[in-house]
Every structure is written in C-alpha cells, then in structure tokens.
C-alpha cells in the first residue's frame, strides 16, 4: 500500500473545518473552459499544468484561486495545487476524492487523486516518510489532527 494512504485514512477521524474566504466563494469557475482546452483525463491536466504553469517562489504566501494562477501563468506550489486540484474536480466521477495536502517539513503543497500529483517535481511518486503533514483539503472541508487544530484555535486568540 502505497505510504500516503495511511495519512488520508486517519484523517477521517480529524475536525472538519469550513475553508474558502467568504471573498473567495463567488461563482465557480470552469477552469478547462478558461483554458479553452477540455482534458479527458486527470493525466492530461497533470501534463498541461507542469508544461505551462512557472514556479515562482513567493516572499509573502498568498494562496491564489485557479482564475488568478491562470491569468499569472505562474504560482508557488499550492497555488499549481489548488488550480491542479480544481481541473481535477471537473473530470473525475468522484470529486470529493481530489484532495490538496499541505506539509509543514517541508512547507509543501501536493494533489492527492489516487497518488501524488506534484507539479513541481513530476516524478515524485512516494512521500518522503520525514515529511509532516499539516492538513488537507477538498472543495468541502479542510482535515486536520485534533492537536494542529487546537494550536490553530489558540493562534487566532
């Protein structure tokens, strides 16, 4: 079995936390239309995106949604994520399943459909058993450890 299903699973027991800045919920946009390219499968997306997305590293972390990743051409590893994950949600049968998994070692974003989707390094098949995972989420809810969750309730005090 593959070393990150283990993470997934027992998140099913972790607090389930609404995410999404209420400035950020407007309509939902569909990407492969923005595009102007419709992608039969989650592979051609993956492709498309670590073809014609740059990496740039940001001074300040501010998460982009997929319109503005598309428009800059260019993003940090969750904002790829975050654009990656949403092409995903418009092809797949079961897009709950589309998960973005965001590490604290090293501060990283990946895509989890079936395995790892990292634009930012393809070939990236396993994850690294030193890395921690800080949360995860889909298009409906962000899943956490009950103590990231509690260190996260006493930094907003």
């Not at 209420?22 to 670590?50: C, H, M, Q, Y």
């Amino acid at each position: 079995m593959l070393g990150w299903l283990h993470e997934l699973w027992a998140m099913r027991h972790f607090k389930r936390v609404k995410i999404v800045e209420p400035s950020k919920r407007d309509t939902a946009i569909n990407v492969s239309k923005l595009i102007g390219k419709p992608f039969p499968t989650v592979e051609d997306a993956f492709n498309w995106v670590v073809a014609h997305i740059r990496y740039v590293r940001e001074d300040k972390d501010y998460w982009q949604t997929p319109f503005e990743t598309l428009m800059r051409m260019a993003g940090d590893c969750e904002d790829g994520a975050i654009l990656l994950a949403s092409l995903f949600k418009q092809i797949v049968k079961e897009p709950w399943k589309v998960f973005v998994v965001v590490y604290e070692r090293p501060a990283h974003a990946v895509v989890v459909y079936g395995r790892i989707w990292d634009w930012t390094n393809p070939n990236l098949k396993k994850i690294p058993s030193d890395w921690r995972c800080l949360y995860a989420f889909n298009f409906r809810h962000a899943y956490t450890t009950k103590a990231n969750f509690e260190r996260w309730l006493k930094c907003r005090r």
